[in-house]
């Protein structure tokens, strides 16, 4: 994502509702470090200019002809991590929600936002933040309240080691590396290499996207905790 802010954010906006477009573009281009460089009204046509123009972020529908949007997402994460795509859609389901979270989007937004909520989650996201609405961040916090104590932390993820499995568990605490260091008496570097091989074994592609993907599998609690 951009570090200088004399360069504009790039975007490409992802959806077949024509008027709808038409709107986001007028607001997108009334603000100056913005700039609109491509259209897709369908999935396959947001995973090709994603992949030609190198947008910095895009605007994704979720309801789409053909590829939707969460595949789309999928596809634009794996072949150009560095994008970040952000939700913008009608769709509050928990579905389409924690679908587009898996698939890798930085965050979510519904079709209401009014325009200041939708330029700050674009810098927020042009930043390397995840964001999301009101209405989204409550749903998600009552859904991760609700999973928290179902599944005993040592009975989670096989694949990483207890060492790996207790520095996600921190991770999920909200705690930074620094602070997972002092707390485990490591070195910052060694808990920079779990965190790598961590992500690399939940095919996360950061640590929003592992730590959504350690709550919605019930992993919440501080190590040592019942």
Not at 18 to 29: D, I, K
């Amino acid at each position: 994502m951009k570090e200088n802010g004399n360069e504009k954010l790039r975007i490409l906006l992802a959806d077949d509702h024509p008027m709808f477009c038409e709107g986001l573009v007028a607001t997108l281009q009334s603000v100056e470090e913005l700039e609109v460089v491509g259209i897709a009204s369908n999935g396959e046509e947001a995973v090709r200019l994603a992949e030609a123009l190198q947008p910095d972020i895009v605007l994704m529908d979720v309801s789409m002809p053909g590829l939707n949007g969460i595949e789309a997402t999928r596809v634009i994460n794996r072949v150009s991590p560095h994008i970040g795509v952000l939700m913008l859609t009608m769709f509050d389901d928990d579905s389409s929600v924690f679908s587009a979270m898996r698939a890798g989007a930085r965050g979510y937004l519904l079709k209401g936002a009014q325009k200041n909520e939708i330029i700050r989650a674009i810098n927020a996201v042009g930043g390397g933040e995840a964001i999301f609405s009101p209405t989204i961040a409550r749903k998600m916090m009552y859904y991760f309240d609700s999973i928290v104590g179902k599944t005993a932390d040592h009975a989670l993820f096989p694949q990483l080691t207890d060492r790996e499995r207790e520095v996600l568990s921190w991770i999920t605490q909200g705690l930074s590396n620094a602070e997972i260091s002092r707390k485990l008496g490591l070195t910052l570097k060694t808990i920079r290499n779990h965190v790598s091989n961590i992500l690399n074994k939940l095919q996360a592609v950061d640590r929003t996207q592992a730590i959504l993907i350690a709550r919605e599998a019930g992993m919440g609690r501080k190590p040592g905790e019942s």
